[in-house]
């Protein structure tokens, strides 16, 4: 039996060269084909749902547009029988929000192939203050302990420490015992870096470029969240057999080094995708954070919204304006 029902969703339409994103009625029966039709309850705000909202064609081809790259909600209709209706599932990367209408609207169609079971003990609201980023900041650390990543190495560094990816990060390497220097460009987020564990803030001029191939080793390994120019003056930084996991770009994606940090400190450079990967290397990420893992520090602070505030939060985005979790709540 299909359902056609009427539902609210924040839509981006195209008017003249100008991106517009407000509230609209739709109904299920738009939406695209998919084995899973899901009653979205809570979706999370991220850099690349804001790069939507404002027309950017290397996100989303086609207006009008319901962004949202993540989604949680319930299970309303299935075409999988792993999927019975009524399963509470997280959707998060793959091609939702950018040209699949996304979790900014209270219901999505999408392959089954996309959905994870939520996993015991979570609700939605919880799995969308981790989303994308916290599912990112996950993979960058399990990337560092995979390889042989220790608290008693040294310093580990987290770039771009106050973002939505960054300060996950932050929290869970200090939860696992290591000695964290948050490095971010505002400097009235310090003293909320050291809430989080961080052990030291210091600012992106600790990251200045510096025409020296090497520099004095300072980190044993590092989260780099920002990429360009920052990246490079990090990996200068790694000391011996060290890592560095990447996952942003803010700074640039240019990156312009030489390859002494690899050949003459053994250096290792991980690259950290979380749109495309296995869906078992996501449901294992959640799991962790879902047990062991839990950053409370970050779920107490997450800020909660509604649909009428999304356009206000997206530009905040844009102006690196915004900070900490937010939680799109469609009952808001």
Same mark, same amino acid.
């Given at each position: 039996?299909?359902?056609?029902?009427?539902?609210?969703?924040?839509?981006?339409?195209?008017?003249?060269?100008?991106?517009?994103?407000?509230?609209?009625?739709?109904?299920?029966?738009? /939406?695209?084909?998919?084995? @899973?039709? +899901?009653?979205?309850?809570? *979706?999370?705000?991220?850099?690349?749902? %804001? =790069?939507? !909202? &404002?027309?950017?064609?290397?996100?989303?081809?086609?207006?009008?547009?319901?962004?949202?790259?993540?989604?949680?909600?319930?299970?309303?209709?299935?075409?999988?029988?792993?999927?019975?209706?009524?399963?509470?599932?997280?959707?998060?990367?793959?091609?939702?929000?950018?040209?699949?209408?996304?979790?900014?609207?209270?219901?999505?169609?999408?392959?089954?192939?996309?959905?994870?079971?939520?996993?015991?003990?979570?609700?939605?609201?919880?799995?969308?203050?981790?989303?994308?980023?916290?599912?990112?900041?996950?993979?960058?650390?399990?990337?560092?302990?995979?390889?042989?990543?220790?608290?008693?190495?040294?310093?580990?560094?987290?770039?771009?420490?106050?973002?939505?990816?960054?300060?996950?990060?932050?929290?869970?390497?200090?939860? /696992?015992?290591?000695?964290? @220097?948050? +490095?971010?460009?505002?400097? *009235?987020?310090?003293?909320?870096?050291? %809430? =989080?564990? !961080? &052990?030291?803030?210091?600012?992106?001029?600790?990251?200045?470029?510096?025409?020296?191939?090497?520099?004095?080793?300072?980190?044993?390994?590092?989260?780099?969240?920002?990429?360009?120019?920052?990246?490079?003056?990090?990996?200068?930084?790694?000391?011996?057999?060290?890592?560095?996991?990447?996952?942003?770009?803010?700074?640039?994606?240019?990156?312009?080094?030489?390859?002494?940090?690899?050949?003459?400190?053994?250096?290792?450079?991980?690259?950290?995708?979380?749109?495309?990967?296995?869906?078992?290397?996501?449901?294992?990420?959640?799991?962790?954070?879902?047990?062991?893992?839990?950053?409370?520090?970050?779920?107490?602070?997450?800020?909660?919204?509604?649909?009428?505030?999304?356009?206000?939060?997206?530009?905040?985005?844009?102006?690196?304006?915004?900070?900490?979790?937010?939680?799109?709540?469609?009952?808001?």
């Amino acid at each position: 039996m299909t359902i056609n029902t009427e539902f609210q969703a924040w839509r981006v339409q195209e008017n003249d060269g100008a991106y517009v994103g407000g509230e609209m009625t739709l109904n299920t029966a738009d /939406l695209p084909e998919g084995d @899973v039709l +899901i009653r979205v309850s809570h *979706s999370s705000l991220n850099y690349k749902d %804001a =790069l939507s !909202a &404002s027309g950017n064609k290397g996100v989303t081809r086609v207006f009008p547009h319901t962004p949202g790259i993540d989604a949680a909600g319930e299970v309303v209709e299935s075409a999988n029988a792993t999927l019975p209706a009524g399963q509470a599932v997280i959707v998060t990367g793959y091609d939702l929000g950018m040209n699949t209408d996304g979790g900014f609207g209270e219901y999505i169609r999408v392959p089954a192939s996309w959905c994870i079971p939520m996993p015991s003990g979570w609700n939605a609201r919880t799995a969308m203050i981790y989303g994308t980023a916290g599912l990112t900041a996950g993979l960058c650390v399990q990337k560092l302990l995979t390889m042989g990543a220790k608290p008693e190495q040294g310093k580990v560094a987290v770039t771009g420490a106050s973002g939505a990816v960054g300060s996950v990060a932050v929290e869970l390497l200090s939860k /696992l015992g290591f000695d964290v @220097v948050a +490095i971010s460009g505002k400097a *009235s987020h310090a003293e909320s870096l050291k %809430a =989080l564990g !961080a &052990s030291e803030v210091v600012g992106r001029e600790a990251l200045a470029e510096d025409k020296k191939p090497l520099a004095k080793p300072v980190y044993a390994n590092a989260v780099d969240t920002v990429g360009g120019a920052p990246l490079a003056e990090l990996l200068k930084q790694v000391q011996h057999s060290g890592s560095v996991s990447c996952c942003g770009l803010v700074a640039g994606p240019a990156l312009q080094t030489t390859v002494l940090p690899f050949i003459l400190r053994g250096v290792n450079l991980l690259g950290v995708d979380s749109v495309e990967i296995p869906l078992e290397a996501k449901a294992a990420v959640w799991e962790k954070f879902a047990s062991d893992w839990a950053c409370e520090k970050t779920e107490a602070s997450a800020k909660d919204i509604g649909r009428a505030e999304l356009d206000r939060a997206l530009k905040a985005f844009l102006k690196g304006e915004s900070s900490g979790k937010i939680v799109l709540d469609h009952t808001l």
